[in-house]
């Protein structure tokens, strides 16, 4: 083989950038779907919008076989412990999509028993807009999530949830944050 011909089939990269690569194409998605917006989460995995076209369609019910959680419907007081506990067992790198207004904002739900935007206690990365979003949104906010994975690599979920949590109310799992004290049980 002459040179030339070898040297036009070498690919040169960083080993960040492979993995990088690899990491956007295979998201496994951790679906905390709550309320309506579940549907159209379980629409965009179907055949119609078939989300396995971004490489992102393995669902995993067990936090620890997933890196992607995707809060889909409007979280209530009591269930935060739950979903901070399972975004907790999930291993790093991982991330997190808040799929339509009450994820992100608690939508019309403007009661002290509604999570007034998840992003108070978890680190949300992609804001999906709409009561309910359309399939064509989410599977959006996938290939923008890509990008960022892309760009950014591999940022851990639990530095970013010490950045961005504004509250201090108790996490419960809270051996598994460094520094945080064990909740008081009676
Ligand atoms: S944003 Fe709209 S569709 Fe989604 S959970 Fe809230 S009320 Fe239901």
Redesign the pocket.
Known sequence: MAQHDWLENVFLTRLNEAANWCRKYSFWPMPFA????GI?LMATAASRHDIARFGAEVFRFSPRQADLMIV???VVMKMLPVLQRIWLQMPEPKWCIS?????SSG???DTYAVVQGIDRFLPVDIYVP???PRPEQLIRAIIDLQEMVQREGRVRGLERLRQRARTGLPVLGASEQPGRPEPQRN
Request: include cysteine; charged fraction near 10%.
């Open positions: 709550t309320a309506c917006c159209e889909a419907g409007r799929m339509g207004a009450c994820a939508g019309v739900f709409g009561c309910p």
